[in-house]
């Protein structure tokens, strides 16, 4: 690998090892979702156990195979994440100064454990609470049954809302030490911030009422997990800057 004078990679240099960084990501990705493909009852077993014994339906020939290649692509991405954030960050690392280098693992470490907390709270608590509610609407007359497209849909959705959720601490921390969100501000935009959590939990959870009440709750408790993240940076920063 060549460098200019300055230390610096050229362009090209720069493009070519990006290429190569995304074929080993892209390789492994094939990789990891051709494995979990043959272990795809295994994974949907897994996914149906609040289901409590119920058995999933397919309505067309092909549902199922699409239902379980798409189920086999996600979960190769999560089993391929480490190799893809290994790869994002060795090309980007480099770049960075020695502060920039501490702030970028502390991010990303908040945002794996942040993402999988939101997972494991979600598969747990939530998840199980909700199918229940659906399921109790079902009489002699009313059999619930659920196809696997749908209901892998929603399984992936409804986790991936929750794991997306669980940043917000993060990001009110990383704002807070950037110096662009302030405790004071936070406080006082409280009730702003509500129905923000209000629409969001809208947008982001499977259009029914009972998976955005319940997930109103962990927003608000992030929300203020947030603006204590913000002020012990506050603290902190205080503290630099009397030292100096």
């Known amino acids: 690998m060549v460098n200019n004078k300055d230390g610096t990679m050229p362009v090209l240099e720069h493009l070519s090892e990006l290429r190569l960084r995304l074929v080993i990501s892209a390789g492994a990705l094939l990789v990891a979702s051709g494995i979990c493909f043959t272990y795809i009852e295994r994974i949907r077993s897994i996914l149906t156990i609040p289901l409590e014994g119920k058995q999933l339906i397919y309505l067309s020939p092909p549902e199922a195979f699409t239902a379980n290649l798409r189920l086999a692509l996600f979960s190769g991405l999560v089993v391929s994440l480490p190799v893809i954030l290994y790869q994002i960050s060795a090309y980007i690392f480099p770049g960075l100064t020695r502060n920039e280098k501490k702030f970028y693992v502390a991010v990303l470490f908040g945002i794996i454990v942040l993402f999988s907390a939101g997972i494991v709270f979600a598969y747990q608590i939530v998840f ?10 079902a009489d002699a007359r009313l059999d619930p049954q659920f196809t696997i497209t749908e209901y892998i849909s929603f399984v992936i959705s409804f986790h991936l809302a929750f ?52 997930m109103i709750l962990p927003l608000a408790f992030l929300y203020e997990l947030g603006i204590i993240m913000v002020l012990i940076s506050e603290r902190k920063r205080l503290k630099v800057q009397e030292e100096q």
């Not at 199980?128 to 609407?137: A, I, N």
């Not at 959590?197 to 499977?206: D, F, G, N, R, Y």
């Open 163 to 214: 794991g997306a959720v669980f940043q917000l601490p993060l990001l009110t921390w990383a704002l807070g030490k950037l110096g662009l969100l302030t405790t004071q501000f936070l406080r006082r935009h409280r009730k702003i911030a509500l129905l923000i959590m209000l629409v969001l939990s809208a947008i982001i959870t499977p259009p029914d009422i009972i998976s955005q009440v319940v």
């Open 128 to 137: 199980p609470f909700t199918l229940r509610f659906f399921l109790q609407f």
